[in-house]
C-alpha cells in the first residue's frame, strides 16, 4: 500500500471553480513531485519541490496553479480557475533524496474532472 | 526537452512466456532509467532501473537492457506470470534534472 496520501481520491469542479488537492508525502522524504496523467496515461510534469522550495515548475503550473509544500502541513495543488483540458489523475510523489535519478513513490492520485 | 517514447501500447503474452516492452528516448544527457508498473486501482511502484555506466541489469525475473547508442531501453519479463499483468511505464531522466520524463505506458496482459 502507497505510504504517500493523496486527498481527495475524486473531485468534480466547474468550469472556472477552484480545485485543490493534497499530498502527505512518505515520512522523511524531503522531494515531492505533482504529476498530471491524462486519459491517454500520458504524463506531464508540473512541479517539484524540495521541503518548501520550488524546484521546477512548468509554464502552466505557473500561471494557473498554485502549489506549496509548507513544513509539517500537506503539500497542496490548486488550481485557480478549472479548465475541461483540466481532468486528469493529478499524482504525488515523493522521493527521499534530490535529484531525479531515484526511486519515486507515488500515491494513488487525485482524479479530476471538469464539467 | 525529453522525449520517451513506448513502443507498444498493448501486449498480450501466455503466461510462462517473456514479455518485452521498449522505449527509446531523445537526449543524450539521459542517464538514468526507472520503470514502474501501475495494477488496476493501484498507484504506480518502481520495479526496476538501470543507470548509463552499465547495459544490463537484472532482478529475479527483470531484465532492463541499455542501448545507449540508439538510445534505447527495454523491459524483460522472464516467465510471466498473471500478477504480472498491469501497465509498464518506462521513464528517462538525467542527473542534475529535477524531473523525470515518462512514456505513455504499456498495458501486458498475460494469458493463461
Known amino acids: 500500500n502507497s505510504k504517500v496520501i493523496q486527498t481527495p481520491r475524486y473531485l468534480v469542479k466547474g468550469q472556472g471553480q477552484k480545485a485543490k488537492m493534497r499530498c502527505i508525502p512518505e515520512?522523511?522524504?524531503?522531494?515531492v513531485f505533482w504529476y498530471q496523467q491524462n486519459k491517454n496515461n500520458e504524463f506531464k510534469f508540473l512541479i517539484n519541490?524540495?521541503?518548501?522550495?520550488?524546484?521546477?515548475q512548468i509554464d502552466m503550473t505557473e500561471k494557473r496553479f498554485s502549489a506549496e509544500c509548507p513544513s509539517n502541513s500537506p503539500c497542496s495543488l490548486e488550481i485557480q480557475s478549472s479548465e475541461a483540458g483540466d481532468s486528469a489523475l493529478y499524482l504525488c510523489?515523493?522521493?527521499?533524496?534530490?535529484?531525479?535519478?531515484?526511486?519515486?513513490?507515488f500515491g494513488e492520485g487525485s482524479k479530476l474532472t471538469v464539467l | 526537452g525529453e522525449k520517451v517514447e513506448q513502443h507498444e501500447s498493448t501486449l498480450s503474452v501466455r503466461e510462462g512466456d517473456s514479455a518485452v516492452i521498449n522505449c527509446t528516448y531523445t537526449?543524450?544527457?539521459?542517464?538514468?532509467f526507472p520503470w514502474y508498473k501501475q495494477e488496476a486501482g493501484k498507484s504506480l511502484h518502481f520495479v526496476i532501473d538501470?543507470?548509463?555506466?552499465?547495459d544490463r541489469k537484472q532482478s529475479q525475473r527483470l531484465i532492463v537492457l541499455l542501448d545507449k547508442k540508439a538510445k534505447r531501453f527495454s523491459l524483460h519479463i522472464t516467465a510471466t506470470q498473471p500478477e504480472d499483468s498491469a501497465i509498464y511505464f518506462c521513464?528517462?531522466?538525467?542527473?542534475?534534472?529535477?524531473?523525470?520524463?515518462f512514456g505513455a505506458g504499456t498495458k501486458l496482459t498475460i494469458k493463461p
Open positions: 538501470i543507470r548509463s555506466n552499465v
Open positions: 537526449d543524450t544527457a539521459s542517464s538514468y
Open positions: 510523489a515523493s522521493s527521499p533524496r534530490l535529484g531525479a535519478t531515484g526511486q519515486l513513490y
Open positions: 519541490f524540495q521541503n518548501q522550495e520550488v524546484l521546477q
Open positions: 515520512k522523511g522524504h524531503p522531494v
Open positions: 521513464a528517462a531522466t538525467n542527473y542534475g534534472n529535477e524531473k523525470i520524463t
